[in-house]
Nanobody
Framework: QAQLVESGGGLVQAGGSVRLSCAAS????????MGWFRQAPGKEREFVAA????????YYADSVKGRFTISRDNAKNTMYLEMNSLKPEDTGVYYC???????????????????WGKGTLVTVSS
């Protein structure tokens, strides 16, 4: 069964850095578009970043541009999110998702049929 598992979350001070990983198993996701989403306490889930299967196309939410970098290693079936200059407002549960289209990955939802992980919590203290 296809599965996405996020890791790397934790407690970090404002201004610090964290690298999240999304490991895929059960199938090869090398041909899939993949993305990161987050949900802060009491807020709706929001798009963070997305990457095409060959890394040629990357999208970022305005709130993270210049601070976060998305990448992937298809040989390892893993996607990453390098998060720098973290702010308290970056706090939340971070989810990874995989879908078959860059056109839809930025707006995908857990009930869309795309693959989703269960999330990893990132807490940024001020």
């Amino acid at each position: 069964q296809a599965q996405l598992v996020e890791s790397g979350g934790g407690l970090v001070q404002a201004g610090g850095s964290v690298r999240l990983s999304c490991a895929a198993s059960g199938r090869t996701f090398s041909s899939y578009a993949m993305g990161w989403f987050r949900q802060a306490p009491g807020k709706e889930r929001e798009f963070v970043a997305a990457i095409s299967w060959n890394e040629r196309i990357k999208y970022y939410a305005d709130s993270v541009k210049g601070r976060f970098t998305i990448s992937r290693d298809n040989a390892k079936n893993t996607m990453y999110l390098e998060m720098n200059s973290l702010k308290p407002e970056d706090t939340g549960v971070y989810y990874c998702a995989a879908g078959d289209s860059m056109r839809s990955i930025t707006t995908t939802t857990p009930d869309s049929g795309d693959h989703w992980g269960k999330g990893t919590l990132v807490t940024v203290s001020s």
